[in-house]
């Protein structure tokens, strides 16, 4: 199943993609939260003939694919090549940092460059929605925990995340740096999250080309390793890297302008498209 949220910012309702049509979950499910996101939920709206659904029409936003998120927890340097671009070494475990929920945005919403930004910088990522309860589990069923998959663009802001003394999170956080949808693809249709084609163009250039079979930990070690240091709720959210190309990596680096347009896919999972635009 694909699972959206649609409407506008704060008012967003539950829907389905059938074929080109979006459908209302209203009926169904009050939201697409972690509350819904378990497997008998999942399994009851499996069974539903979506042409029963009514069918939502028009030009409709499509907000974050998961609402009432508990954690957005973030991976870094975990694709080889990417950390080859960048100079640095192969970690020896995931590096983790945090996203501030407020930087969750729909896939197709601005992205807002932050006041002072001039280094801001385009990630595309598989996110991870948890859909059960995970603590201490290996990696041989850590992926029964997983409800699903979505696309993030984990937007940087480079001298925010390494010169403003601190952790990477200041670089990671602004306001609308974490476009995550527009589905929620459910873990039945994804069988293999370790080989997903992935892309991100900037102005209709080729910045990103990868595959998440070059990552240096897969999905199941990621939430393995999480999962021994706190509990997974349903509905958090993990972003788990991204292949070389990003602006930083470039000579010389590159970095976003008021006006530019990212969009990026990754296989099976849908397309993003954002405007950078300029803060008030």
């Known amino acids: ?25 209203s009926g169904e499910i009050d939201d697409v939260t972690g509350a819904t996101l378990d497997d008998a939920t999942l399994d009851r709206l499996r069974t539903l003939d979506p042409a029963t659904l009514p069918e939502v029409k028009g030009n409709i936003r499509l907000g ?12 870094g340097l975990n694709y080889s090549d990417h950390a080859a671009e960048t100079g640095a070494a192969i970690p020896e475990h995931p590096i983790l940092f945090f996203k501030a929920n407020s930087a969750i945005v729909g896939a197709h919403d601005d ?10 910088d385009w990630e595309v990522e598989l996110g991870v929605v948890i859909g059960t309860t995970a603590k201490y589990v290996s990696k041989g069923n850590a992926l029964d925990h ?8 984990d937007v940087s802001e480079r001298h925010f995340q390494t010169q403003l003394t601190g952790q990477w999170t200041k670089g990671k956080s602004c306001d609308t740096f974490g476009p995550t949808g527009p589905y929620l693809v459910t873990r039945d ?50 972003t788990t890297g991204t292949p070389p190309g990003v602006g930083m990596g470039m000579k010389p680096p590159t970095y976003l302008k008021v006006g530019d347009v990212m969009e990026l896919e990754i296989e099976g999972l849908g397309r993003q498209r954002q405007e950078v635009k300029e803060d008030a």
């Not at 974050?64 to 991976?75: D, N, Q, R």
Request: aromatic fraction near 4%.
């Open 1 to 25: 199943m694909k699972l959206v949220r649609y409407g506008a910012v704060g008012s967003e309702q539950p829907g389905m993609i059938d074929g080109d049509t979006l459908r209302d979950l």
């Open 64 to 75: 974050p694919c998961v609402g009432s998120f508990g954690k957005f927890l973030c991976i």
């Open 111 to 120: 992205v807002v460059m932050p006041r002072g930004s001039t280094h801001t």
């Open 146 to 153: 997983v409800a699903g998959y979505c696309v993030v663009n």
């Open 189 to 238: 249709e994804i069988p293999d999250p370790q080989n997903l084609a992935m892309s991100l163009d900037v102005n209709g250039k080729r910045m990103q080309t990868g595959n998440t079979s070059t990552m240096i930990f897969t999905v199941a070690e990621i939430i393995e390793h999480l999962s021994g240091l706190m509990t997974l709720h349903p509905g958090d959210i993990i």
